[in-house]
């Protein structure tokens, strides 16, 4: 054969290979028009189940899927256990290609049919069937769990009323005989556990107790220690304050002192003044303080004399009879002072105006000599 394959040329090969090829895409072709044709010209639909719980009831919802190009008409839903039916549903549903129905079911409903007169749980499944006999069923995979564990629950129940019914009667079976036996022979053995399980749990009841009662009385004591020091820290400070407004107050006493000592110094320096002036005043010779006057205004009407004939002679130089009063009296200082206060207050005021001053040493000069004159007459 491997001859035979040998003496075969390549292109009786490619002529074998693209045979080989195109009998498989007629076989897939073949395979994919069956499916269309089943498809259309048949009645197809699929099945899915869930548990659905509505306020503490459980329902069985179903998923019925027309996956056909045509309509499709659901006639019976039911419960299916071994050969026996249970129609749940009676009524015509018409489904559109490509659509889905859903309904849902009481649990409470099926469980009658079954958990009737069984001592072992057999699953159910459910089933649907359309207006032209066709049926598809489906074991319930989450249902059936679900009801497995309430038929246990079920029959547990049960058993514990017959216990219950025979322990009333006195009518136990061996089992149970055997088991009453054995817990008087070890009924010592399990007072005992009782009773070291009572003191146990007594003492550490107790030292959670206290336990609880140490960490309450540590938590009080911490309270009353912060408490404390709080209170402490108030006191602190309020002594501090104390004393800054101790030491404010004495510090304003003693400026108050020290206000007091220089008014009374300033009083005693102006009663001294006081006393020095009346003294002054006291002192006073109304004769020479006359004579002086006297003298003054004779000596301020020869300045105005001479001012006036110095006016006409020369009428820009001015002088002040001030400034010759100041120049020309070599007087006492004792007859000075009380010359001058009684021309100062007799003295008229006058509009001075302003004037250029040139050449005052003239008339300072004749002044002067008009002076001395009175000064010896006087002395």
């Known amino acids: 054969m491997l001859e035979w394959l040998k003496e075969l040329t390549p292109e009786t090969i490619i002529i074998f290979s693209a045979l080989f090829l195109l009998l498989v895409l007629l076989l897939l072709i073949i395979n994919q028009l069956k499916r269309i044709a089943s498809r259309v010209g048949e009645q197809e639909f699929y099945i899915n189940e869930s548990l659905l719980e509505i306020d503490g009831i459980q329902y069985i919802n179903l998923t019925i899927i027309n996956k056909a190009f045509s309509t499709n008409h659901i006639n019976v839903v039911g419960v299916e256990l071994g050969n026996i039916s249970h129609p749940i549903e009676e009524k015509v549903v018409m489904i559109a290609p490509r659509s889905k129905y859903q309904t849902r079911f009481d649990l409470n409903e099926i469980k009658p049919f079954v958990f009737n007169n069984r001592k072992k749980y057999r699953k159910f499944k459910i089933y649907v069937e359309n207006e032209i006999g066709l049926r598809k069923a489906i074991k319930p995979r989450v249902n059936n769990k679900f009801m497995r564990k309430e038929f246990k629950k079920i029959m547990h129940a049960e058993k514990l009323d017959r216990k219950k019914k025979r322990f009333e009667s006195g009518q136990y079976n061996l089992i ?5 036996i054995i817990g008087l022979l070890f009924r010592p053995f399990a007072k005992l556990k009782r009773h070291m399980a009572l003191s146990t749990n007594k003492a550490l009841r107790e030292s959670e107790i206290r336990r609880q009662q140490k960490k309450e009385h540590d938590a009080i004591r911490y309270k009353l220690d912060q ?3 709080k209170l402490n820290e108030i006191r602190i ?7 800054n407004r101790t030491r404010e107050l004495e510090l304003e006493a003693l400026k108050k002192a020290k206000e007091l000592e220089i008014e009374r110094i300033k009083l005693q320096t102006i009663e001294a003044e006081f006393t020095n002036a009346i003294s002054e005043v006291e002192s006073i010779n109304p004769d020479k303080a006359a004579k002086a006057q006297l003298k003054s205004e004779k000596v301020v009407e020869h300045s105005k004399k001479s001012k ?17 009063i100041e120049v020309s009296q070599p007087v006492d200082e004792s007859t000075e002072e009380v010359a001058l206060e009684p021309e100062v207050m007799d003295k008229p005021k006058k509009n001075r105006k302003k004037k250029s001053q040139v050449e005052v040493n ?6 002067t000599d008009s002076i001395d004159q009175p000064e010896d007459a006087i002395q």
């Open 362 to 367: 003239e008339p300072v000069v004749e002044t």
């Open 308 to 324: 006036k004939t110095e006016h006409e002679h020369h009428p820009v130089v001015e002088t002040t009879a001030s400034n010759s």
């Open 176 to 180: 149970e005989r055997t088991g009453l």
């Open 227 to 229: 408490d404390e020091f």
């Open 237 to 243: 400070r309020e002594q501090a304050i104390k004393e």
